[in-house]
T-cell receptor
Framework: KNEVEQSPQNLTAQEGEFITINCSYS?????LHWLQQHPGGGIVSLFM???GKKKHGRLIATINIQEKHSSLHITASHPRDSAVYIC?????????FGTGTSLTVIP | KAGVTQTPRYLIKTRGQQVTLSCSPI?????VSWYQQTPGQGLQFLFE???????NKGNFPGRFSGRQFSNSRSEMNVSTLELGDSALYLC????????????????FGPGTRLTVT
């Protein structure tokens, strides 16, 4: 049983395209986290959401608590956005992770 | 402020040996969590330490253990290594524990890549 499901697994986009990555979870959460992992392994936390919507630059994250669903949007994608994006459900006691979405943005 | 540091960055061990990994959190952070990342299983939560006490534990065997010191630095130990323990081990620190119902941002270290032969 996967507590967190992410889609798509792989995504290739042309530079400038609008990108959406989806995350569904089945556990009760105190927050939903979006993480970015570049080749080499380093992980950066992009967003921590408990409700509504957050925006950092070209990145937007939304969450619907009733539907247990979150989306990560990238506007005007750029090759430097190429990375693996992982959603994580924070139950307060532990984290459950999605399998990640590998994004490649082609110039 | 210095970020989360992990040592060593790379490690090669033989099956049956034990290993200790170290994590130094961001100054002022009291919570340290450990994660295992493998190509097959992805990221999995190992355990969280807060104020020198293990708060939560994921679904890993007792060969995986950890501790936290009074300065919040944490170590993780794996005994009787198996080939399947080959993974990237990440630690993350946060200001406080999320266990009180209020979530806190996690800051990840660069990871220790462990290879078991």
């Amino acid at each position: 049983k996967n507590e967190v499901e992410q889609s798509p697994q792989n995504l290739t986009a042309q530079e400038g395209e609008f990108i959406t990555i989806n995350c569904s979870y089945s556990v009760g959460i105190s927050a939903l986290h979006w993480l970015q992992q570049h080749p080499g392994g380093g992980i950066v936390s992009l967003f921590m959401l408990s409700s509504g919507k957050k925006k950092h630059g070209r990145l937007i994250a939304t969450i619907n608590i009733q539907e247990k669903h979150s989306s990560l949007h990238i506007t005007a994608s750029h090759p430097r956005d190429s990375a693996v994006y992982i959603c994580a459900a924070n139950t307060g006691n532990q984290f459950y992770f999605g399998t990640g979405t590998s994004l490649t943005v082609i110039p | 402020k210095a970020g989360v540091t992990q040592t060593p960055r790379y490690l090669i061990k033989t099956r049956g040996q034990q290993v200790t990994l170290s994590c130094s959190p961001i100054s002022g952070h009291r919570s340290v969590s450990w994660y295992q990342q493998t190509p097959g299983q992805g990221l999995q939560f190992l355990f969280e330490y807060f104020s020198e006490t293990q708060r939560n534990k994921g679904n890993f065997p007792g060969r995986f253990s950890g501790r936290q010191f009074s300065n919040s630095r944490s170590e993780m130990n794996v005994s009787t290594l198996e080939l399947g323990d080959s993974a990237l081990y990440l630690c993350a620190s946060s200001l406080w524990t999320s266990g009180g119902g209020l979530p806190y941002e996690q800051y990840f270290g660069p990871g220790t890549r462990l290879t078991v032969t």
